[in-house]
């Protein structure tokens, strides 16, 4: 059964840190693209960056180019998303899933459209207050 589990999820004040993971299961990892999104409370789910199959490519949403980095470890069937310089309104819900489209880190607008994405974990609360 293919399973996404994100953690690393909590409470940390402005301009903090923190990593969360995506742990895949039950299909094979690196056949896929794994993007991150987030949703805000009373807001829209919006993508935020994306990874390719061997982490060679990657794409961000201009809100989190330059403070939020995603690696991958496909021996480990995991990707980490280290986010820094946190802000409130990074706050929300974060969502890894997973796409078997090609190209999609090529561009920014099918990287983070959650239609591109077939399978997705059920999320992590991070939330930024002082």
């Known amino acids: 059964q293919l399973q996404l589990v994100e953690s690393g999820g909590g409470s940390v004040q402005p301009g903090g840190s923190r990593r969360l993971s995506c742990t895949a299961s039950?299909?094979?990892?690196?056949?896929?693209?794994i993007g991150w999104f987030r949703q805000a409370p009373g807001k829209e789910r919006e993508g935020i960056l994306c990874?390719?199959?061997?982490?060679?490519?990657?794409t961000y949403a201009d809100s989190v180019k330059g403070r939020f980095t995603v690696t991958r470890d496909n021996s480990k069937n995991t990707v980490y998303l280290q986010m820094d310089g946190l802000k409130p309104e990074d706050t929300g819900v974060y969502f890894c899933?997973?796409?078997?489209?090609?190209?999609?880190?090529?561009?920014?607008?099918?990287?983070?459209?959650?239609?591109?994405?077939?399978?997705w974990g059920q999320g992590t609360q991070v939330t930024v207050s002082s």
């Open positions: 899933a997973a796409s078997s489209a090609a190209g999609i880190t090529l561009i920014q607008t099918r990287c983070v459209s959650d239609t591109e994405y077939s399978y």
């Open positions: 039950g299909f094979n990892f690196d056949d896929y693209i």
């Open positions: 990874i390719s199959r061997l982490g060679g490519g990657t």
